[in-house]
Protein backbone atom coordinates (compact mmCIF):
# COMPACT_ATOMS: atom_id res chain seq x y z
CA UNK A 1 0.00 0.00 0.00
CA UNK A 2 2.71 2.60 1.25
CA UNK A 3 4.57 1.44 -1.74
CA UNK A 4 1.57 2.11 -4.29
CA UNK A 5 1.46 5.45 -2.77
CA UNK A 6 5.07 6.23 -3.37
CA UNK A 7 4.90 5.66 -6.52
CA UNK A 8 1.86 7.73 -7.47
CA UNK A 9 4.17 10.86 -5.79
CA UNK A 10 6.42 9.81 -7.99
CA UNK A 11 4.75 9.94 -10.79
CA UNK A 12 2.49 12.70 -10.62
CA UNK A 13 5.89 14.82 -9.38
CA UNK A 14 7.40 13.89 -12.63
CA UNK A 15 4.72 14.50 -14.50
CA UNK A 16 4.52 18.31 -12.94
CA UNK A 17 8.11 18.80 -13.87
CA UNK A 18 7.51 17.59 -17.49
CA UNK A 19 4.80 20.24 -17.28
CA UNK A 20 6.95 23.07 -16.38
CA UNK A 21 9.34 22.24 -19.06
CA UNK A 22 6.41 21.90 -21.22
CA UNK A 23 5.02 25.34 -20.64
CA UNK A 24 8.62 26.98 -21.67
CA UNK A 25 9.20 25.03 -24.31
CA UNK A 26 5.49 25.60 -25.79
CA UNK A 27 5.85 29.45 -25.27
CA UNK A 28 9.26 29.62 -26.94
CA UNK A 29 7.89 27.54 -29.68
CA UNK A 30 4.96 29.95 -30.23
CA UNK A 31 6.85 33.06 -30.39
CA UNK A 32 9.16 32.08 -32.82
CA UNK A 33 6.27 30.69 -34.99
CA UNK A 34 4.37 33.74 -34.88
CA UNK A 35 7.21 36.02 -35.21
CA UNK A 36 7.88 33.99 -38.60
CA UNK A 37 4.96 34.10 -39.53
CA UNK A 38 3.82 37.37 -39.30
CA UNK A 39 7.36 38.42 -40.88
CA UNK A 40 6.36 35.95 -43.57
CA UNK A 41 3.27 38.14 -44.23
CA UNK A 42 5.50 41.41 -44.03
CA UNK A 43 7.96 39.63 -46.41
CA UNK A 44 5.22 39.05 -48.83
CA UNK A 45 4.42 42.74 -49.22
CA UNK A 46 8.05 44.08 -48.90
CA UNK A 47 11.09 42.56 -50.61
CA UNK A 48 13.60 41.09 -48.27
CA UNK A 49 16.37 43.03 -49.99
CA UNK A 50 14.79 46.11 -49.89
CA UNK A 51 14.18 45.44 -46.19
CA UNK A 52 17.85 44.35 -45.66
CA UNK A 53 19.40 46.85 -47.92
CA UNK A 54 17.55 49.71 -47.58
CA UNK A 55 18.86 52.82 -46.40
CA UNK A 56 16.16 54.78 -45.51
CA UNK A 57 13.47 53.85 -42.30
CA UNK A 58 10.13 55.30 -42.94
CA UNK A 59 7.15 52.84 -42.56
CA UNK A 60 4.65 54.87 -40.80
CA UNK A 61 4.40 58.45 -43.00
CA UNK A 62 3.55 58.08 -46.64
CA UNK A 63 6.08 58.27 -49.33
CA UNK A 64 6.86 54.61 -46.68
CA UNK A 65 10.34 52.97 -47.43
CA UNK A 66 11.72 50.14 -45.64
CA UNK A 67 15.09 49.70 -45.66
CA UNK A 68 16.29 48.88 -41.69
CA UNK A 69 19.95 49.53 -42.43
CA UNK A 70 19.68 52.91 -40.07
CA UNK A 71 17.90 50.59 -37.17
CA UNK A 72 20.95 48.50 -37.58
CA UNK A 73 23.15 51.23 -37.54
CA UNK A 74 21.43 52.67 -34.29
CA UNK A 75 22.07 49.37 -32.29
CA UNK A 76 25.14 48.75 -34.10
CA UNK A 77 26.50 52.19 -32.56
CA UNK A 78 24.67 51.12 -28.96
CA UNK A 79 26.31 47.86 -29.02
CA UNK A 80 30.20 49.63 -30.19
CA UNK A 81 30.09 52.09 -28.00
CA UNK A 82 28.55 50.20 -24.97
CA UNK A 83 31.66 47.84 -25.42
CA UNK A 84 34.27 50.16 -26.21
CA UNK A 85 32.98 51.92 -22.68
CA UNK A 86 32.54 48.79 -20.80
CA UNK A 87 35.07 46.20 -21.73
CA UNK A 88 38.36 47.99 -20.48
CA UNK A 89 36.73 49.23 -17.20
CA UNK A 90 35.25 45.45 -16.82
CA UNK A 91 38.67 44.06 -17.70
CA UNK A 92 40.15 46.57 -15.24
CA UNK A 93 37.72 45.96 -12.25
CA UNK A 94 38.15 41.85 -12.88
CA UNK A 95 41.96 42.12 -13.12
CA UNK A 96 41.75 43.77 -9.57
CA UNK A 97 38.90 41.55 -8.43
CA UNK A 98 40.85 38.40 -9.20
CA UNK A 99 44.75 39.48 -8.92
CA UNK A 100 44.94 42.15 -6.25
CA UNK A 101 42.22 42.76 -4.06
CA UNK A 102 42.23 41.21 -0.41
CA UNK A 103 39.41 39.57 0.33
CA UNK A 104 37.12 42.24 2.09
CA UNK A 105 37.68 44.26 -0.82
CA UNK A 106 36.13 41.47 -3.14
CA UNK A 107 33.47 40.42 -0.76
CA UNK A 108 32.35 44.80 -0.82
CA UNK A 109 32.49 45.01 -4.45
CA UNK A 110 31.17 42.12 -5.60
CA UNK A 111 27.50 42.63 -4.46
CA UNK A 112 27.87 45.99 -5.12
CA UNK A 113 27.80 45.60 -8.92
CA UNK A 114 25.66 42.82 -8.73
CA UNK A 115 22.97 45.44 -7.41
CA UNK A 116 23.70 47.40 -10.58
CA UNK A 117 22.61 44.86 -12.98
CA UNK A 118 19.24 44.59 -10.34
CA UNK A 119 18.50 48.42 -10.85
CA UNK A 120 15.35 48.88 -13.48
CA UNK A 121 16.24 49.99 -17.19
CA UNK A 122 13.21 52.37 -16.87
CA UNK A 123 15.83 53.95 -13.67
CA UNK A 124 18.89 53.86 -16.64
CA UNK A 125 16.92 55.03 -19.13
CA UNK A 126 16.05 58.58 -17.02
CA UNK A 127 19.36 58.57 -15.66
CA UNK A 128 21.29 58.99 -19.11
CA UNK A 129 18.57 62.08 -19.68
CA UNK A 130 19.25 63.82 -16.81
CA UNK A 131 22.64 62.88 -15.90
CA UNK A 132 24.89 61.32 -18.80
CA UNK A 133 23.44 63.99 -21.37
CA UNK A 134 23.70 67.17 -19.87
CA UNK A 135 27.32 66.15 -19.17
CA UNK A 136 27.74 65.19 -22.64
CA UNK A 137 26.02 68.33 -23.77
CA UNK A 138 28.18 70.85 -21.93
CA UNK A 139 31.46 68.79 -22.88
CA UNK A 140 30.33 68.92 -26.38
CA UNK A 141 28.15 71.70 -27.38
CA UNK A 142 26.77 70.45 -30.15
CA UNK A 143 25.66 67.19 -28.64
CA UNK A 144 21.14 66.58 -29.18
CA UNK A 145 18.62 66.10 -26.53
CA UNK A 146 18.63 62.47 -27.57
CA UNK A 147 21.96 60.68 -28.66
CA UNK A 148 23.79 57.75 -29.23
CA UNK A 149 26.44 58.39 -27.06
CA UNK A 150 24.57 58.61 -24.03
CA UNK A 151 22.71 55.60 -25.10
CA UNK A 152 25.89 53.67 -25.22
CA UNK A 153 27.18 54.91 -21.89
CA UNK A 154 24.22 54.00 -20.42
CA UNK A 155 23.73 50.92 -21.61
CA UNK A 156 27.89 50.13 -21.13
CA UNK A 157 27.12 50.59 -17.09
CA UNK A 158 24.29 48.35 -17.78
CA UNK A 159 26.79 45.88 -18.71
CA UNK A 160 29.50 46.41 -16.52
CA UNK A 161 28.34 43.79 -14.18
CA UNK A 162 28.40 41.03 -16.52
CA UNK A 163 31.97 41.99 -18.11
CA UNK A 164 33.09 42.10 -15.53
CA UNK A 165 31.62 38.98 -13.19
CA UNK A 166 32.14 37.08 -16.21
CA UNK A 167 36.15 37.59 -16.69
CA UNK A 168 36.49 37.40 -13.10
CA UNK A 169 35.15 34.46 -13.17
CA UNK A 170 37.30 33.72 -16.36
CA UNK A 171 40.55 34.92 -14.25
CA UNK A 172 39.49 32.81 -11.19
CA UNK A 173 38.98 29.53 -13.37
CA UNK A 174 42.90 29.69 -14.19
CA UNK A 175 44.45 27.50 -11.86
CA UNK A 176 47.01 29.33 -9.45
CA UNK A 177 50.30 27.18 -10.40
CA UNK A 178 50.12 29.14 -13.99
CA UNK A 179 50.90 32.24 -11.84
CA UNK A 180 53.58 30.85 -9.80
CA UNK A 181 54.77 29.53 -12.88
CA UNK A 182 55.16 33.24 -13.98
CA UNK A 183 56.06 34.51 -10.73
CA UNK A 184 58.72 31.80 -10.39
CA UNK A 185 60.58 33.45 -13.90
CA UNK A 186 61.21 36.35 -12.24
CA UNK A 187 57.80 38.11 -13.76
CA UNK A 188 56.46 40.76 -11.91
CA UNK A 189 52.27 40.78 -11.40
CA UNK A 190 52.19 43.67 -14.26
CA UNK A 191 53.86 40.98 -16.67
CA UNK A 192 52.02 38.27 -14.76
CA UNK A 193 48.45 39.77 -15.45
CA UNK A 194 49.36 40.97 -18.94
CA UNK A 195 51.39 38.21 -20.44
CA UNK A 196 49.69 34.83 -18.75
CA UNK A 197 46.32 35.48 -16.75
CA UNK A 198 45.15 37.54 -19.81
CA UNK A 199 45.99 35.68 -22.78
CA UNK A 200 45.33 31.99 -21.03
CA UNK A 201 41.56 33.69 -20.59
CA UNK A 202 41.20 35.23 -23.94
CA UNK A 203 38.72 33.44 -25.35
CA UNK A 204 36.32 33.52 -22.03
CA UNK A 205 36.61 37.03 -22.45
CA UNK A 206 35.94 36.99 -26.40
CA UNK A 207 32.54 34.91 -24.66
CA UNK A 208 31.36 37.37 -22.28
CA UNK A 209 31.87 40.22 -24.79
CA UNK A 210 29.48 38.40 -27.13
CA UNK A 211 27.28 37.75 -23.90
CA UNK A 212 27.33 41.39 -23.54
CA UNK A 213 26.91 42.40 -26.89
CA UNK A 214 23.90 40.16 -27.08
CA UNK A 215 22.58 41.67 -23.93
CA UNK A 216 23.49 45.07 -25.39
CA UNK A 217 21.46 44.51 -28.66
CA UNK A 218 18.30 43.81 -26.72
CA UNK A 219 18.51 46.73 -24.78
CA UNK A 220 15.09 48.68 -24.75
CA UNK A 221 14.24 51.27 -22.44
CA UNK A 222 17.16 52.91 -21.44
CA UNK A 223 18.13 53.25 -25.11
CA UNK A 224 14.17 54.64 -26.19
CA UNK A 225 14.61 56.81 -23.46
CA UNK A 226 18.08 58.27 -24.04
CA UNK A 227 18.90 57.57 -28.05
CA UNK A 228 15.94 59.09 -29.21
CA UNK A 229 13.51 57.79 -32.05
CA UNK A 230 14.99 59.22 -35.20
CA UNK A 231 16.00 56.50 -37.58
CA UNK A 232 19.18 57.76 -38.96
CA UNK A 233 21.84 56.64 -40.84
CA UNK A 234 24.88 58.17 -39.62
CA UNK A 235 27.87 57.70 -37.29
CA UNK A 236 27.83 61.21 -35.44
CA UNK A 237 27.15 59.29 -31.92
CA UNK A 238 25.74 63.11 -30.84
CA UNK A 239 23.10 62.65 -32.76
CA UNK A 240 19.62 60.93 -32.24
CA UNK A 241 19.08 57.72 -33.37
CA UNK A 242 16.46 54.76 -33.17
CA UNK A 243 17.67 51.22 -32.39
CA UNK A 244 15.43 48.31 -33.62
CA UNK A 245 14.19 47.13 -29.64
CA UNK A 246 13.03 51.47 -29.80
CA UNK A 247 11.23 50.87 -33.15
CA UNK A 248 9.48 48.04 -31.74
CA UNK A 249 8.44 50.45 -28.46
CA UNK A 250 7.18 52.87 -30.83
CA UNK A 251 5.24 50.97 -33.02
CA UNK A 252 3.46 49.32 -30.09
CA UNK A 253 2.80 52.63 -28.24
CA UNK A 254 1.67 54.04 -31.10
CA UNK A 255 -2.24 53.61 -32.71
CA UNK A 256 -0.65 51.38 -35.60
CA UNK A 257 -3.81 49.59 -36.90
CA UNK A 258 -3.01 46.06 -36.88
CA UNK A 259 -2.77 44.29 -39.97
CA UNK A 260 -1.27 46.76 -41.48
CA UNK A 261 2.21 46.76 -42.99
CA UNK A 262 3.49 49.35 -40.69
CA UNK A 263 1.79 46.99 -37.93
CA UNK A 264 3.92 43.96 -39.54
CA UNK A 265 7.43 45.69 -39.86
CA UNK A 266 7.12 45.50 -36.02
CA UNK A 267 7.50 41.46 -36.76
CA UNK A 268 9.94 42.12 -39.21
CA UNK A 269 12.42 43.70 -37.07
CA UNK A 270 11.71 41.43 -34.55
CA UNK A 271 12.56 38.65 -36.34
CA UNK A 272 16.08 40.10 -37.19
CA UNK A 273 16.91 40.95 -33.92
CA UNK A 274 16.03 37.65 -32.35
CA UNK A 275 18.18 35.68 -35.37
CA UNK A 276 21.09 38.22 -34.31
CA UNK A 277 20.91 37.80 -30.67
CA UNK A 278 20.44 33.93 -30.87
CA UNK A 279 23.42 33.69 -33.17
CA UNK A 280 25.49 35.65 -30.69
CA UNK A 281 23.93 33.70 -27.79
CA UNK A 282 25.12 30.28 -30.07
CA UNK A 283 28.37 31.49 -30.78
CA UNK A 284 29.14 33.09 -26.82
CA UNK A 285 27.88 29.85 -25.10
CA UNK A 286 30.19 27.55 -27.86
CA UNK A 287 32.79 29.73 -27.25
CA UNK A 288 32.48 29.91 -23.33
CA UNK A 289 32.65 25.49 -23.24
CA UNK A 290 35.48 25.29 -25.48
CA UNK A 291 37.76 27.77 -23.75
CA UNK A 292 36.84 25.95 -19.98
CA UNK A 293 40.18 25.90 -18.78
CA UNK A 294 41.60 22.19 -19.42
CA UNK A 295 45.29 20.78 -18.91
CA UNK A 296 46.67 17.33 -19.04
CA UNK A 297 49.19 16.28 -16.28
CA UNK B 1 84.06 33.04 -5.01
CA UNK B 2 85.11 30.56 -2.84
CA UNK B 3 83.74 26.78 -4.76
CA UNK B 4 83.02 25.71 -1.22
CA UNK B 5 81.12 28.99 0.25
CA UNK B 6 77.64 28.32 0.36
CA UNK B 7 75.26 29.56 -1.99
CA UNK B 8 72.28 29.45 0.08
CA UNK B 9 72.53 29.56 3.43
CA UNK B 10 70.05 30.24 6.77
CA UNK B 11 69.78 31.13 10.01
CA UNK B 12 67.51 30.33 12.54
CA UNK B 13 64.86 30.47 9.86
CA UNK B 14 61.61 30.78 11.83
CA UNK B 15 58.22 30.55 9.64
CA UNK B 16 54.70 30.50 10.29
CA UNK B 17 50.69 30.80 8.99
CA UNK B 18 49.45 32.97 11.17
CA UNK B 19 49.70 31.60 14.63
CA UNK B 20 50.86 27.67 13.12
CA UNK B 21 54.57 27.03 13.39
CA UNK B 22 55.65 26.10 9.75
CA UNK B 23 59.08 25.93 10.63
CA UNK B 24 60.97 26.32 13.97
CA UNK B 25 64.65 28.00 13.70
CA UNK B 26 66.38 26.26 10.90
CA UNK B 27 70.31 26.86 10.00
CA UNK B 28 71.40 25.47 7.54
CA UNK B 29 74.36 25.71 4.37
CA UNK B 30 73.73 24.79 0.59
CA UNK B 31 76.55 24.38 -1.32
CA UNK B 32 77.12 25.59 -5.12
CA UNK B 33 77.07 22.71 -7.54
CA UNK B 34 75.55 19.73 -5.78
CA UNK B 35 71.93 18.29 -5.61
CA UNK B 36 70.22 18.43 -1.78
CA UNK B 37 67.47 16.96 -1.71
CA UNK B 38 64.76 17.78 1.65
CA UNK B 39 63.12 14.89 2.95
CA UNK B 40 60.82 14.22 5.87
CA UNK B 41 57.37 13.64 6.64
CA UNK B 42 54.14 15.61 5.17
CA UNK B 43 54.02 18.91 6.86
CA UNK B 44 57.15 18.86 7.99
CA UNK B 45 57.94 22.46 6.46
CA UNK B 46 60.14 20.91 3.29
CA UNK B 47 57.81 23.06 0.93
CA UNK B 48 57.88 25.77 2.95
CA UNK B 49 61.86 25.76 3.36
CA UNK B 50 62.10 25.42 -0.48
CA UNK B 51 59.49 28.36 -1.21
CA UNK B 52 62.14 30.39 1.02
CA UNK B 53 65.01 30.61 -1.41
CA UNK B 54 63.07 32.26 -3.91
CA UNK B 55 60.58 34.21 -1.89
CA UNK B 56 57.50 32.32 -3.47
CA UNK B 57 56.21 32.40 0.25
CA UNK B 58 55.86 36.07 -0.07
CA UNK B 59 52.02 35.09 -2.42
CA UNK B 60 51.01 33.85 0.87
CA UNK B 61 48.97 36.03 2.95
CA UNK B 62 49.68 36.17 7.23
CA UNK B 63 52.58 34.09 6.68
CA UNK B 64 55.29 35.06 8.73
CA UNK B 65 59.47 34.67 7.97
CA UNK B 66 61.60 35.38 11.06
CA UNK B 67 65.66 34.77 10.68
CA UNK B 68 68.12 35.15 8.08
CA UNK B 69 68.17 33.93 4.49
CA UNK B 70 71.13 34.83 2.40
CA UNK B 71 71.40 34.52 -1.40
CA UNK B 72 75.50 34.63 -2.13
CA UNK B 73 76.41 36.80 0.65
CA UNK B 74 73.24 38.67 0.15
CA UNK B 75 70.69 38.64 2.68
CA UNK B 76 67.51 38.22 1.20
CA UNK B 77 64.81 39.66 3.11
CA UNK B 78 66.50 42.90 3.26
CA UNK B 79 63.87 45.55 2.55
CA UNK B 80 65.46 46.70 -0.79
CA UNK B 81 66.26 43.51 -2.03
CA UNK B 82 63.19 42.72 -4.58
CA UNK B 83 62.21 39.40 -4.71
CA UNK B 84 61.50 39.69 -8.57
CA UNK B 85 65.37 39.60 -9.13
CA UNK B 86 65.94 37.12 -6.77
CA UNK B 87 63.67 34.70 -8.80
CA UNK B 88 65.83 35.47 -12.05
CA UNK B 89 68.69 33.88 -10.21
CA UNK B 90 66.50 31.33 -8.46
CA UNK B 91 64.32 29.53 -10.47
CA UNK B 92 61.92 26.96 -9.53
CA UNK B 93 59.96 23.24 -10.90
CA UNK B 94 56.53 22.94 -9.36
CA UNK B 95 54.73 19.78 -8.41
CA UNK B 96 52.65 19.27 -11.30
CA UNK B 97 54.24 20.34 -14.80
CA UNK B 98 52.72 23.57 -15.17
CA UNK B 99 53.32 25.01 -18.89
CA UNK B 100 51.72 28.25 -20.23
CA UNK B 101 49.31 27.54 -22.70
CA UNK B 102 51.88 28.17 -25.30
CA UNK B 103 53.79 26.98 -27.75
CA UNK B 104 56.56 25.27 -27.09
CA UNK B 105 58.99 27.34 -28.06
CA UNK B 106 56.86 30.53 -26.82
CA UNK B 107 57.13 28.62 -22.62
CA UNK B 108 61.12 29.08 -22.98
CA UNK B 109 61.17 32.34 -24.68
CA UNK B 110 58.63 33.90 -21.89
CA UNK B 111 61.02 34.37 -19.37
CA UNK B 112 63.90 35.99 -21.37
CA UNK B 113 61.68 37.72 -23.27
CA UNK B 114 60.21 39.85 -20.38
CA UNK B 115 63.96 40.20 -19.35
CA UNK B 116 64.37 41.83 -22.66
CA UNK B 117 67.00 38.86 -23.74
CA UNK B 118 69.42 40.23 -26.24
CA UNK B 119 70.98 37.13 -27.82
CA UNK B 120 69.52 34.73 -30.21
CA UNK B 121 66.20 33.06 -28.84
CA UNK B 122 66.34 30.51 -31.28
CA UNK B 123 69.76 29.34 -30.35
CA UNK B 124 68.40 29.71 -26.73
CA UNK B 125 65.11 27.50 -27.32
CA UNK B 126 67.75 24.86 -28.80
CA UNK B 127 70.37 25.17 -26.14
CA UNK B 128 67.48 24.98 -23.14
CA UNK B 129 65.34 22.18 -24.49
CA UNK B 130 68.64 20.07 -25.27
CA UNK B 131 69.89 20.51 -21.65
CA UNK B 132 66.31 19.43 -20.31
CA UNK B 133 67.07 16.33 -22.85
CA UNK B 134 63.77 17.43 -24.22
CA UNK B 135 65.59 18.53 -27.84
CA UNK B 136 65.20 15.58 -29.64
CA UNK B 137 61.39 14.79 -28.96
CA UNK B 138 60.23 18.55 -29.41
CA UNK B 139 62.69 19.68 -32.12
CA UNK B 140 60.48 19.46 -35.14
CA UNK B 141 57.26 20.62 -33.62
CA UNK B 142 58.24 23.40 -31.62
CA UNK B 143 55.08 25.96 -32.11
CA UNK B 144 52.82 23.52 -30.84
CA UNK B 145 50.96 23.70 -27.89
CA UNK B 146 53.07 22.56 -25.18
CA UNK B 147 49.82 20.90 -23.77
CA UNK B 148 49.89 18.40 -26.54
CA UNK B 149 52.97 17.31 -24.89
CA UNK B 150 53.02 14.10 -21.62
CA UNK B 151 52.92 14.71 -18.53
CA UNK B 152 56.76 13.92 -18.46
CA UNK B 153 57.68 16.10 -21.10
CA UNK B 154 55.63 19.34 -19.57
CA UNK B 155 57.79 19.22 -16.57
CA UNK B 156 61.05 18.65 -18.84
CA UNK B 157 59.77 21.83 -20.47
CA UNK B 158 58.97 23.30 -17.41
CA UNK B 159 62.57 22.69 -16.16
CA UNK B 160 64.59 23.77 -20.08
CA UNK B 161 62.26 26.72 -19.32
CA UNK B 162 63.63 27.21 -15.85
CA UNK B 163 67.01 27.01 -17.19
CA UNK B 164 66.91 29.43 -20.13
CA UNK B 165 66.98 32.10 -17.63
CA UNK B 166 70.35 30.87 -16.52
CA UNK B 167 69.89 30.63 -13.15
CA UNK B 168 72.37 29.55 -10.20
CA UNK B 169 69.94 27.56 -8.01
CA UNK B 170 67.03 25.40 -9.32
CA UNK B 171 64.55 24.33 -6.91
CA UNK B 172 62.17 21.53 -7.24
CA UNK B 173 59.46 20.90 -5.20
CA UNK B 174 58.80 17.43 -5.75
CA UNK B 175 58.73 17.67 -9.33
CA UNK B 176 58.06 13.46 -10.03
CA UNK B 177 54.98 13.51 -8.00
CA UNK B 178 52.38 13.34 -10.57
CA UNK B 179 54.39 11.85 -13.47
CA UNK B 180 54.77 7.66 -13.57
CA UNK B 181 58.03 5.65 -13.33
CA UNK B 182 59.42 6.12 -16.93
CA UNK B 183 59.19 9.53 -17.09
CA UNK B 184 60.76 9.98 -13.50
CA UNK B 185 63.83 8.19 -14.49
CA UNK B 186 63.78 10.23 -17.06
CA UNK B 187 63.86 13.53 -14.60
CA UNK B 188 66.06 12.06 -11.83
CA UNK B 189 68.63 11.42 -15.07
CA UNK B 190 68.23 15.02 -15.95
CA UNK B 191 69.24 16.06 -12.92
CA UNK B 192 72.33 14.05 -12.75
CA UNK B 193 73.46 15.98 -15.86
CA UNK B 194 72.61 19.23 -14.61
CA UNK B 195 73.98 19.13 -11.21
CA UNK B 196 77.50 20.43 -12.91
CA UNK B 197 76.38 23.60 -13.70
CA UNK B 198 73.79 23.91 -11.13
CA UNK B 199 72.72 23.90 -7.57
CA UNK B 200 69.63 22.06 -7.26
CA UNK B 201 67.79 22.03 -3.73
CA UNK B 202 64.63 18.79 -4.23
CA UNK B 203 61.99 18.48 -2.06
CA UNK B 204 60.98 14.50 -2.41
CA UNK B 205 58.96 12.31 -0.20
CA UNK B 206 60.45 9.66 -2.13
CA UNK B 207 63.50 8.54 0.18
CA UNK B 208 65.07 6.29 -2.38
CA UNK B 209 65.16 9.14 -4.86
CA UNK B 210 66.48 11.06 -2.46
CA UNK B 211 69.32 8.78 -1.96
CA UNK B 212 69.90 8.29 -5.75
CA UNK B 213 70.05 11.59 -7.19
CA UNK B 214 71.65 13.55 -3.85
CA UNK B 215 75.06 14.99 -2.99
CA UNK B 216 73.58 15.87 0.59
CA UNK B 217 70.06 15.88 2.56
CA UNK B 218 68.40 17.33 4.72
CA UNK B 219 65.91 15.44 6.91
CA UNK B 220 62.96 17.61 8.49
CA UNK B 221 60.32 16.49 11.15
CA UNK B 222 58.05 18.48 12.63
CA UNK B 223 59.39 21.89 11.21
CA UNK B 224 62.68 21.22 13.14
CA UNK B 225 66.27 20.00 10.93
CA UNK B 226 66.56 16.60 12.45
CA UNK B 227 70.40 15.97 10.33
CA UNK B 228 71.62 16.69 7.51
CA UNK B 229 74.80 15.70 5.79
CA UNK B 230 76.71 13.66 2.88
CA UNK B 231 73.54 11.80 1.23
CA UNK B 232 75.77 8.26 1.54
CA UNK B 233 76.64 8.88 5.46
CA UNK B 234 72.81 9.85 6.11
CA UNK B 235 71.44 6.77 4.65
CA UNK B 236 73.92 4.42 5.31
CA UNK B 237 74.76 5.65 9.49
CA UNK B 238 72.32 8.08 10.32
CA UNK B 239 73.32 9.43 13.55
CA UNK B 240 69.79 10.45 15.14
CA UNK B 241 67.06 7.44 16.11
CA UNK B 242 64.44 9.50 13.97
CA UNK B 243 66.45 9.87 11.00
CA UNK B 244 66.96 6.22 10.90
CA UNK B 245 63.04 5.46 11.83
CA UNK B 246 62.05 7.52 9.03
CA UNK B 247 64.47 6.40 6.21
CA UNK B 248 63.43 2.88 6.80
CA UNK B 249 59.83 3.28 7.07
CA UNK B 250 59.21 3.32 10.53
CA UNK B 251 56.87 6.28 10.23
CA UNK B 252 55.84 8.66 7.29
Not at chain 1, 96 to 123: C, D, H, Q
Request: with cysteine.
Amino acid sequence: MLHKHAKFVDVSFKGLLWLCIGATLTTTTLVVVILGTEAYHFFSLVPITEFLFGTHWEPLIEPRSFGVLPLVCGTGMIVLGSIAFALPIGLGIATYLSEFAPNWVRSTIKPTLEILAGIPTVVYGYFALTFITPILRSLFPETEIFNAASGAIVVGIMILPMISSLCDDAFRGLPSSLREGGYALGATPYEVVTRVVLPAAGGRIGAAVILAVSRAIGETMAVTLAAGASPNLTANPFESIQTMTAYIVQVSLGDTPVGGVEYLTCFAVAGLLFTITFIMNVIGSQLLLKTQWQSRS
Amino acid sequence: MNQEAPILKTEGLKISYGSTPAINGISIEIRPNRVTAVIGPSGCGKSTLLRTFNRMNDFIPNIKTEGQVWFRGQNMFHPKVDPVNIRKHVGMVFQRPNPFPKSIYKNITWGPTIHSYAGNLDELVEKSLKRAALWDEVKSRLHDSAFDLSGGQQQRLCIARTIAMNPDVILMDEPCSALDPKATARIEDLIGELRSRYTIVIVTHNMQQAARISDETLFLYEGNLIESGKTKALFTNPTKQQTEDYITGRFG
